[in-house]
């Protein structure tokens, strides 16, 4: 769900100044202490260096902020500051870099005072590290601009530096993720197929399959549990199943849930089709699939770790976020009905219509009839994306913005996980857009606010320059 991203600031000087002039440290010192005032009020919290000048302070300061588990660095030219100081520390990192280019005063004018140039030409050190850090081939962000509220555009400053560090919070809790796998990939299904090691040595995502023949999570669910579920349930759906049918369907469903507590698992898959009646799960846990989704857990059907990953991280930030499917295309109105076997955020269903919760007739292999909960995906403007593996080691992320267009009761739809996404984009031009891109089938949608998109350009970049963990 949606937290503060955790920064590592850190100021950078040179140490000629504090031989040569000392008297500048107590103003360099208030400035460092005012900008990071400013970046709390941007929604960050702060994990602060001190002023660093030499190397080995500069390496001090970036281990200190892997220890502290930050999400990023933001960088602060207090002056000039050469870059063979630092740029060895922040090319040994994995950490994504923000760097301000901002100085003390909003004007420099032909009458301004002659001992502020020493104070207001920290731009020229931004530019000596950006080029020794592109040489290196280290990807960084750079936000330029007077980063004081005397300026207009502060407002404007400080929402991009929010969004490049909520990205930046995506990316981390991507490369953080522990996914449950039940059942194995669906066989024959190859553009989420990535090897659980090269996802691990590349993302960093952690596969953890559960033993289809341990029915301790199965047998430890009681009845009062149970009992508890149904009530929860029936306040907030239209129960339309038989109380054994729930029953039975609840007793896997909260299995699952003890399972991903005790293994702290951000995000699950299953593949329907290793549902059995001779296994730990005898029914497919459509229910608990929706119903994961809309208490932050991340989910993707058929044995796709690599989405049920992007749909956890995604959902760190953005707090209306769903598994989803393209199905089937309306070329006349130029949308694009979006569906899936029976899972989806149920907390994204349309608010006219109370989801209803019933029996599905599973036709797919030796497996009991699940229980489902069903409604239409809600209006709304909305981001549509992918995670998608474009070579090995290399991902990228396909988004495109639209809506999701109001769907009538009269729906025909209403039997099936339902929603009608309209691109922005021809129809054409985006199905041409997305192919090319080699969007996968499994994808994440996002409703939207208005730094929704900027955010998800950002961790575009981010997920673009990342590359093998081991590399």
């Known amino acids: 769900m949606k937290r503060k991203p955790k920064v590592g600031f850190l100021p950078l000087y040179v140490i000629t100044y504090d031989e040569s002039t000392p008297s500048m440290r107590a103003v360099v010192d208030r400035h460092v202490a005012e900008v990071a005032g400013r970046l709390e009020r941007c929604g960050l919290e702060l994990t602060t260096a001190p002023v660093c000048r030499l190397k080995c302070e500069f390496e001090q300061a970036v281990q200190a902020f892997e220890a502290a588990d930050v999400d990023l660095i933001v960088t602060l030219h207090a002056a000039y500051s050469p870059s063979l100081e630092s740029v060895d520390a922040l090319c040994a990192t994995r950490l994504p870099l923000l760097m301000l280019d901002t100085?003390?005063?909003?004007?420099?004018?032909?009458?301004?005072?002659?001992?502020?140039?020493?104070?207001?030409?920290?731009?020229?050190?931004?530019?000596?590290?950006?080029?020794?850090?592109?040489?290196?081939?280290?990807?960084?962000?750079?936000?330029?601009?007077?980063?004081?509220?005397?300026?207009?555009?502060?407002?404007t400053l400080c929402r991009r530096v929010s969004c490049f560090a909520r990205a930046c919070v995506v990316l981390h809790e991507l490369e953080h993720s522990r996914v449950g796998l039940v059942g194995e990939p669906f066989d024959g299904m190859g553009d989420f197929r990535v090897p659980f090691d090269v996802l691990r040595d590349t993302v960093g995502i952690e596969t953890v399959h559960y033993d289809m023949q341990d029915f301790s999570y199965l047998n430890s669910v009681t009845q009062q549990e149970i009992d508890a579920e149904y009530q929860a349930d029936s306040e907030r759906f239209d129960m339309r199943i038989d109380r054994k049918t729930y029953d039975f369907s609840t007793r896997v469903s909260l299995a699952v849930r003890k399972w991903m507590q005790d293994q702290r698992l951000n995000a699950f898959s299953m593949n329907f089709k290793a549902a059995r009646r001779d296994t730990a799960f005898p029914t497919m846990p459509f229910a608990e699939a929706s119903l994961a989704m809309s208490r932050g857990i991340g989910y993707a059907g058929e044995g796709d770790v690599l989405t049920a990953a992007f749909t956890s991280a995604l959902m760190s930030v953005f707090?209306?976020?769903?598994?989803?499917?393209?199905?089937?295309?309306?070329?006349?109105?130029?949308?694009?009905?979006?569906?899936?076997?029976?899972?989806?955020?149920?907390?994204?269903?349309?608010?006219?219509?109370?989801?209803?919760?019933?029996?599905?007739?599973?036709?797919?292999?030796?497996?009991?009839?699940?229980?489902?909960?069903?409604?239409?995906?809600?209006?709304?403007?909305?981001?549509?994306?992918?995670?998608?593996?474009?070579?090995?080691?290399?991902?990228?992320?396909?988004?495109?913005?639209?809506?999701?267009?109001?769907t009538p009761n009269d729906n025909q739809q209403n039997y099936v996980v339902s929603g009608w996404f309209k691109p922005d984009q021809a129809l054409p031009e985006f199905l041409e857009a997305y192919s090319h891109a080699g969007g996968m089938h499994h994808a994440a949608l996002i409703y939207a606010d208005a730094d929704t998109e900027d955010i998800v350009a950002a961790l575009s970049r981010l997920v673009e320059s990342r590359g093998a963990r081991n590399g």
């Open 103 to 155: 100085t003390y005063n909003y004007e420099f004018k032909p009458y301004s005072y002659a001992d502020g140039m020493l104070y207001n030409h920290g731009i020229h050190g931004v530019m000596d590290l950006c080029n020794l850090l592109r040489r290196r081939g280290r990807q960084y962000e750079i936000i330029a601009g007077f980063f004081n509220e005397e300026n207009p555009a502060f407002g």
């Open 319 to 406: 707090p209306e976020v769903s598994f989803t499917e393209i199905f089937c295309p309306d070329w006349k109105d130029g949308m694009l009905f979006l569906s899936h076997m029976g899972e989806y955020n149920v907390a994204l269903s349309n608010p006219e219509r109370r989801p209803v919760m019933s029996k599905k007739d599973f036709v797919f292999g030796d497996a009991d009839d699940p229980a489902i909960v069903l409604a239409p995906f809600r209006p709304g403007r909305v981001v549509f994306l992918s995670l998608n593996p474009v070579s090995d080691n290399r991902f990228e992320i396909f988004a495109a913005g639209g809506s999701m267009l109001y």
